[in-house]
């Protein structure tokens, strides 16, 4: 498994940058070789790439989301891979993504010497061109604001004003199989009842 991480700055809020990464049907606007993303649910979407000359098709889960902190994601067939994407306020107006992806090369073509090269300057070209794209914007194209829990967090004290979790190496074939998530967002909130008048006074 091959390990590659990359960060940019870009000059737009924290919550700006991180709306617009959770559009994925956007990628193919700044992410090279990248066809079409279709958004199947909440937490799955269906890939049509060009990888080291290869065209793939593949589907790729969310396994853990937080608003303006990081999406993590692995995909569910060949080609094996998983990542993460972290978002840290520098300022007001600054934001810097990480990404940090693992790789598993597969065939002969993505065994080449010079392939894990080709992927990190693709990985560093697609975050300079996601800079750009959000930049000349000014304001994201959408947003979804759900919260998908992590294995690790499940029953844990997350969201509670501890520290966040810090980012992890997210493994492939090395992560534990997860129960199927919770629908993702706060769900129905039920009215609340109104407040009992006091008992008049004798």
Same mark, same amino acid.
């Not at 079409?36 to 649910?41: A, I, R």
């Not at 993505?110 to 080709?118: I, K, M, P």
């Given at each position: 498994?091959?390990?590659?991480?990359?960060?940019?700055? *870009?000059?737009?809020? @924290?919550?700006?940058?991180?709306?617009?990464?959770?559009? &994925?049907? /956007? &990628?193919?606007?700044?992410?090279?070789?990248?066809e079409? *993303?279709?958004?199947?649910?909440d /937490?799955?979407?269906?890939?049509?790439?060009?990888i080291?000359g *290869?065209?793939?098709?593949f589907e790729?889960? @969310? /396994?853990? #989301?937080?608003?303006?902190?990081?999406?993590?994601?692995?995909?569910l067939d060949?080609?094996?891979?998983?990542?993460?994407?972290?978002?840290?306020?520098?300022?007001?107006?600054?934001?810097?993504?990480t990404? #940090?992806?693992?790789y598993?090369?597969?065939g &002969?073509?993505?065994?080449?010497?010079?392939?894990? #090269?080709?992927v990190r300057m693709? *990985?560093?070209?697609?975050?300079?061109?996601?800079?750009? &794209? @959000?930049?000349?914007?000014?304001?994201?194209?959408?947003?979804?604001?759900?919260?998908?829990?992590?294995?690790?967090?499940?029953?844990?004290?997350?969201?509670?004003? /501890?520290?966040?979790?810090?980012?992890?190496? @997210?493994?492939?074939d090395?992560?534990?199989p997860?129960?199927?998530?919770?629908?993702?967002?706060?769900?129905p909130?039920r $009215?609340?009842? $109104?407040?009992?008048?006091?008992?008049?006074?004798?």
């Open positions: 498994m091959s390990t590659i991480e990359h960060s940019v700055d *870009v000059n737009v809020p @924290i919550r700006t940058a991180y709306n617009q990464w959770t559009q &994925f049907e /956007t &990628f193919p606007e700044f992410m090279e070789g990248v079409s *993303v279709k958004q199947l649910t /937490t799955r979407t269906a890939w049509v790439a060009e080291a *290869v065209r793939r098709e790729a889960e @969310i /396994t853990e #989301q937080h608003p303006d902190e990081r999406v993590a994601w692995r995909t060949r080609p094996h891979h998983a990542g993460v994407v972290t978002f840290h306020r520098v300022g007001d107006d600054t934001t810097r993504v990404l #940090q992806m693992e598993d090369p597969e &002969f073509v993505e065994q080449a010497g010079d392939w894990l #090269q080709l693709r *990985v560093r070209g697609d975050l300079e061109r996601f800079k750009n &794209f @959000i930049e000349s914007r000014g304001g994201e194209t959408g947003a979804w604001r759900g919260d998908v829990p992590g294995p690790h967090q499940k029953g844990s004290t997350y969201g509670t004003g /501890t520290e966040p979790m810090p980012p992890g190496t @997210i493994g492939g090395d992560l534990p997860s129960p199927d998530l919770p629908p993702p967002g706060p769900g909130v $009215p609340q009842e $109104p407040p009992t008048p006091p008992r008049p006074m004798l």
